[in-house]
C-alpha cells in the first residue's frame, strides 16, 4: 500500500451504519476567471470511514498533532565572528 497524501479544507457531512463513522472531505478550490475575477467552489475530495476505536486513535493524533503547533517555536541564531 502507497502512502497517500490528503488535504481537506473541511468536513462536509458525518454519518454512521453498521458501527463504521463516515466523514466527507472537503476541499476548496479557487478558480481564476476570465474577467480576472476569482470563484471559489467546493467538492468532496475524499471519504473517512472507520471503526470507532480507531477514529479514537486519530482525534488523539489529531490533538496531540494541533499541541505541537501551539509549542512556541526558537529562533535560531548563528553568530558571526569579524
Do not use: W
Amino acid at each position: 500500500m502507497r502512502d497517500n497524501l490528503v488535504y481537506f479544507d473541511t468536513c462536509g457531512a458525518i454519518g454512521k451504519g453498521n458501527g463504521v463513522i463516515q466523514i466527507e472531505l472537503v476541499t476548496k478550490f479557487l478558480d481564476g476567471q476570465p474577467d480576472n475575477s476569482v470563484s471559489e467552489r467546493h467538492e468532496v475530495t475524499g471519504n473517512l470511514r472507520c471503526s470507532i476505536r480507531a477514529a479514537e486513535k486519530l482525534v488523539d493524533a489529531l490533538q496531540r498533532a494541533i499541541a505541537l503547533q501551539k509549542v512556541p517555536q526558537f529562533e535560531v541564531r548563528v553568530a558571526h565572528k569579524n
